[in-house]
């Protein structure tokens, strides 16, 4: 019996794309793993299964929707968050299926590779050993292979007003950890790197001004004064392509809007 599915947000121009690339995978994760492909901005609505893929299409747009139909769609005991320019560390894969699906977790946490130097990773994982709120600001959604048991039954699901698609594009993946972690999420650190991730700045298509905004908007969920602390740290060690000043004007809009 398949334990993960592997739900994958993408739009109709790059959906062809996303199932050759499932197609191309290796038949032992293909026989244990099932695939969910959420395609948006298609011209119609509907839902279908093509070589053991299913497909869904929407009419409308934005991430944290397409994660939502996600996490309602599957079917396994667990469901595992990918974006469209995905690329799985196979043996990695088959490794963790066998070991880091335990029961007395909800959400495992694992490790993103740099696409263009292997040796290294897309980010410091030094914090990962012990979670907390905070360490909710630095997750990635293609990190998170979570229960959807537990997802359901406390009705986590992504805001849709962040995300890719709206005017704050960034920090759905960032609530979703926050909302868990307040549920009782138990979260454990696998370690592994089970795919790769670009890790070169130009290769990001990134609206910095929204994504300080968005910023912003999440640190609501924390006390003032650890916001103010934060809005004014990120406000200097952001890269953006604003200075400090911009930088804190955009993150105190977010942040008041």
Same mark, same amino acid.
């Given at each position: 019996?398949?334990?993960?599915? &592997? ?25 244990? &793993?099932?695939?969910? &492909?959420?395609?948006? #901005? ?30 309602? +769609? ?15 560390? +196979?043996? @990695? $894969? ?6 880091? #699906? ?16 292997? *040796?290294?990773?897309? *980010? ?5 050993? *012990? ?21 359901? +039954?406390? %009705?986590? +699901?992504?805001?849709? %007003? ?29 370690? @592994? ?25 999440? #640190? ?24 400090? &000043?911009?930088?804190?004007? $955009? #993150? ?6």
């Amino acid at each position: 019996m398949k334990k993960l599915t &592997v739900a994958i947000s993408t739009v109709k121009i790059q959906r062809d794309v996303v199932i050759k690339k499932i197609s191309n995978l290796s038949e032992p994760i293909k026989s244990r &793993v099932d695939f969910l &492909v959420v395609s948006q #901005l298609e011209n119609e609505c509907e839902s279908k299964v093509t070589d053991d893929i299913k497909i869904i299409k929407l009419m409308n747009k934005g991430l944290s929707k397409s994660r939502n139909i996600a996490i309602k +769609e599957t079917e396994t005991d667990w469901i595992w968050f990918q974006d469209d320019d995905f690329l799985i560390n +196979e043996t @990695q $894969l088959l490794s963790f299926l066998d070991s880091f #699906l335990i029961d007395d977790a909800d959400i495992s946490l694992i490790r993103i590779g740099s696409l263009e130097e292997r *040796k290294k990773y897309y *980010k410091n994982y030094s914090d990962y050993s *012990k979670f907390t709120r905070l360490l909710s600001l630095k997750v990635s959604s293609i990190e998170i292979i979570a229960k959807i048991n537990f997802i359901k +039954e406390n %009705k986590i +699901e992504f805001d849709e %007003k962040l995300g890719l698609g709206t005017e704050l594009p960034c920090c759905e993946e960032n609530q979703f950890m926050l909302d868990s972690f307040d549920k009782g999420a138990n979260v454990y650190f696998s370690g @592994q790197t089970l795919c790769y991730h670009t890790t070169l700045p130009e290769n990001r298509n990134v609206d910095y001004a929204k994504n300080l905004q968005a910023k912003g908007f999440f #640190l609501k969920n924390f006390s003032f004064p650890l916001a103010l602390i934060l809005i004014l740290k990120w406000a200097f060690t952001i890269k953006s392509e604003f200075t400090f &000043v911009k930088n804190l004007k $955009l #993150l105190l809009k977010g942040f008041f809007s």
